[in-house]
């Protein structure tokens, strides 16, 4: 990297995907990070009845789960840098895809892998190694620590990890962003180079032809994906979360129960939540653990045991250990502008703040 490189660089501003669901816009980044993922599983979902299904039942999850699995699979396929290559976003969001695409979710759980074949093309998706517990710097997510756990290292307590905001100010503009900088101190300086390596880099594939190989001045896809919504045409809800491949399976959740399941912001948030690791990790060793979902112990015991006869792997966590969840929402009512936030309980870590 040189001086001239710096001096040549700016910050792009580009037109966000938007999918209309039920009487809101979705509004996500483009197809170098996996937001357009968000916006598949929306139109895969389009197409059941969610009103009607109980947020804590097992249709309910199956459901969510297998679609989940069908669009992760077309990120792994089709996702990488526009400016580089020719990424089907048209046909991944259009009725006629998701249609043929919703005929998969069948009665039991999916432990394949099935990218589709938007306009006849024909996928390739890599799978990394196995999953193993890794103490190397740089290795995986860049996260210092568990929930509310500080990180010891040898110079002391380290602070850092991937956060989320949403703003609303007094005018009505949103701002809903997912920056990180735990790679600071888990990824080494590089001496040649004089700067660390972002853990960003390591969701390049080495293995050329991919939508998502290396090559000079591509974007990595980023996981890093926040989230915004119109709700009958007007800017309305900023929302979001840390979080890794699971921050657009959360913000889901989090969106679906408000509108289909009538929760405020906070039910929403608050409500149990559970995630699927079936696809190949974005971080090494791009590990895939089909047919897993992880759900908090909240869920009901009827409910774990019909996700198990359905051919789900489940792993149990602790009853507030799923999403890192944020959002505001910004709306005219007859009595007035009315402006809602709420933030995640879990870990003490989120906060909502008005004034």
């Known amino acids: 990297?040189?001086?001239?490189?710096?001096?040549?660089?700016?910050?792009?501003?580009?037109?966000?995907?938007?999918?209309?669901?039920?009487?809101?816009?979705?509004?996500?980044?483009?197809?170098?990070?996996?937001?357009?993922?968000?916006?598949?599983?929306?139109?895969?979902?389009?197409?059941?009845?969610?009103?009607?299904?109980?947020?804590?039942?097992?249709?309910?999850?199956?459901?969510?789960?297998?679609?989940?699995?069908?669009?992760?699979?077309?990120?792994?396929?089709?996702?990488?840098?526009?400016?580089?290559?020719?990424?089907?976003?048209?046909?991944?969001?259009?009725?006629?895809?998701?249609?043929?695409?919703?005929?998969?979710?069948?009665?039991?759980?999916?432990?394949?892998?099935?990218?589709?074949?938007?306009?006849?093309?024909?996928?390739?998706?890599?799978?990394?190694?196995?999953?193993?517990?890794?103490?190397?710097?740089?290795?995986?997510?860049?996260?210092?620590?568990?929930?509310?756990?500080?990180?010891?290292?040898?110079?002391?307590?380290?602070?850092?990890?991937?956060?989320?905001?949403?703003?609303?100010?007094?005018?009505?503009?949103?701002?809903?962003?997912?920056p990180s900088g735990g790679w600071l101190q888990s990824s080494p300086v590089i001496p040649e180079l004089g700067f660390c390596l972002g853990t960003r880099m390591q969701m390049f594939w080495l293995e050329e032809g991919l939508p998502a190989s290396l090559a000079p001045g591509r974007r990595p896809r980023s996981t890093l994906s926040p989230s915004m919504a119109l709700r009958d045409g007007n800017p309305y809800l900023a929302f979001g979360t840390p979080g890794g491949d699971q921050q657009d399976q959360w913000s889901a959740l989090m969106f679906l129960h408000h509108v289909h399941h009538g929760m405020n912001l906070q039910e929403a948030i608050d409500c149990p939540a559970f995630h699927t690791e079936h696809m190949p990790s974005s971080f090494y060793p791009r590990a895939a653990h089909p047919g897993i979902v992880a759900l908090e112990s909240r869920f009901p015991e009827a409910t774990r045991a019909a996700l198990a006869r359905r051919g789900h792997s489940l792993r149990v966590g602790d009853a507030w250990s799923e999403g890192r969840l944020s959002g505001c929402a910004r709306e005219e009512t007859p009595e007035g502008r009315i402006v809602k936030a709420a933030a995640n309980p879990r870990g003490m870590q989120g906060y909502a703040v008005g004034r």
């Open 1 to 178: 990297m040189t001086a001239d490189d710096l001096e040549r660089w700016e910050a792009p501003v580009e037109a966000p995907l938007s999918y209309d669901y039920c009487g809101y816009t979705v509004v996500k980044g483009g197809p170098w990070s996996q937001g357009p993922v968000l916006l598949q599983q929306l139109a895969l979902l389009q197409g059941f009845d969610l009103d009607e299904l109980d947020p804590m039942g097992p249709e309910f999850v199956h459901i969510v789960v297998e679609c989940a699995k069908l669009a992760f699979a077309d990120r792994e396929a089709w996702y990488g840098d526009p400016d580089f290559v020719e990424v089907p976003m048209r046909t991944l969001l259009s009725t006629a895809y998701n249609d043929a695409r919703r005929k998969l979710v069948g009665e039991g759980a999916s432990l394949d892998l099935r990218p589709g074949s938007p306009e006849g093309r024909v996928p390739r998706v890599l799978v990394g190694g196995l999953e193993a517990a890794f103490n190397e710097a740089g290795i995986g997510e860049p996260t210092l620590g568990g929930i509310g756990e500080p990180t010891v290292t040898e110079h002391g307590v380290v602070a850092g990890d991937t956060c989320h905001i949403d703003v609303i100010d007094r005018w009505g503009n949103m701002v809903s962003a997912t």
